[in-house]
Nanobody, 124 residues
């Protein structure tokens, strides 16, 4: 599975962005997908994940109120809707895919495939 993250950009505080993760490979629908981000000088952190069926989602506690993950297997895509963006959301955002029996994980090591990342910059 190859992943391509897109949709990042420069926005102002309070704006919204929707990131997309487009996948190639016939078995994409068999994979759970997670979103992570890494800010300069910080470790990569888990944001949200969705099972292969889309029936279950999970979020980092600090992201639940503002971020929403969804997927469209017909389009081989997963999305991360981000609302009320803050300067501290500035980071490179990555999507990752992992195979599991309708489960997800917040751990980076669980994911087998990673996209290249898309930059999100939020100005104050």
């Amino acid at each position: 599975v190859q992943l391509q993250a897109s949709g990042g950009g420069l926005v102002q505080a309070g704006d919204s962005l929707r990131l997309s993760c487009a996948a190639s490979g016939r078995t994409f629908s068999s994979y759970a997908v997670g979103w992570f981000r890494q800010a300069p000088g910080k470790e990569r952190e888990f944001l949200a994940a969705i099972t292969w069926s889309g029936s279950t989602t999970s979020y980092a506690d600090s992201m639940k109120a503002r971020f929403t993950i969804s997927r469209d297997n017909a389009k081989s895509s997963v999305y991360l809707q981000m609302n009320s963006l803050k300067p501290e959301d500035t980071a490179i955002y990555y999507c990752a895919a992992g195979r599991g029996m309708d489960t997800t994980s917040p751990n980076m090591s669980w994911y087998e495939y990673w996209g290249q990342g898309t930059q999100v910059t939020v100005s104050s």
